[in-house]
């Protein structure tokens, strides 16, 4: 069965215990200081939750969720509310959650202490160096939802809604597998679909505006959708999925 929270999965804790070996570009990584009770669950609790990838470059994601048979991954979690939710929603699925900003990690550390969820491990990481050891046709979902879109033209390479990431979900998607994307940003909005046409594996699932207009009812909401429709932005959201192989 899958490891209560308190456990110290070893091959969890084998792959925290590695230094990172990846050097990327990013915003800063830290914000604000911690709240005492996040800085604790920070050195209690994170460390029975996260990992690395391994040496070898490989990573089976079904050794973190011994006895789950599902599979989710959440690119860029932010503050982590749509993944507790999700992992509350689905205990008898995985959820890898990625993301690189310290408070943001804090705050969904929090959530799983005070949920007591035993279904989610985290990466501290560039979520590429992930994509490119999972192996194929391990992932049942993805989730990559308001990412930065990296405005100026100069930039757009930061994207990581790209054609060479979306390949890489697609080799890694289960036949069936759902690839969930959002934004306020309307200029990202349609590169994410100019992409994703790049991607033959990928199918579009809207046949109507309301399809991508409106979010599905177990699509969980995150404060950064709710700060933009407050400042008059109104979200797109994008429904895949990936095409059976042969």
């Keep these: ?52 990838v391994p040496e070898s470059g490989l990573l089976d994601p079904g050794l973190l969720f011994p006895g ?8 860029g979690f932010g503050a982590g509310e749509h993944l507790a939710a ?49 192996p194929e046709q391990c992932l049942d979902r993805a989730y990559i939802l308001f990412p930065d879109p990296w405005p100026k033209l100069r930039h757009h390479k930061r994207r990581i809604v790209s054609p060479a990431t979306l390949a890489q979900l697609a080799r890694a ?8 994307l959002a934004t306020d940003d309307m200029a990202y909005l349609r590169q994410m679909l100019i992409d994703a046409s790049q991607v033959p594996e990928w ?16 699509w969980p909401a995150t404060r950064y959708e709710t700060k933009a429709l407050a400042g008059g932005r109104r979200p797109g959201y994008l429904r895949f999925v990936r095409r059976p192989r042969g």
């Design 1 to 52: 069965m899958f490891p209560v929270v308190g456990d110290r999965h070893p091959v969890v804790m084998a792959m925290a215990d590695e230094p990172s070996r990846y050097r990327m570009i990013y915003g800063r990584r830290r914000g604000r200081k911690l709240r005492p009770a996040q800085a604790g669950l920070m050195t209690t609790l994170l460390p029975r939750l996260r990992f690395t």
């Design 68 to 75: 789950l048979g599902r599979i989710a991954l959440e690119i």
């Design 86 to 134: 999700q992992a509350a929603a689905q205990p008898e699925t995985g959820f890898i959650g990625v993301e690189i900003f310290e408070t943001g990690v804090a705050k969904l550390v929090t959530a799983i202490a005070a949920r007591d969820l035993r279904n989610v491990r985290i990466l501290a990481d560039d979520a590429r160096v992930l994509l490119a050891a999972l």
């Design 173 to 180: 998607m289960r036949d069936g597998g759902e690839l969930r």
């Design 203 to 218: 199918q579009w699932l809207a046949r109507r505006p309301g399809d991508w207009r409106e979010r599905a009812d177990d």
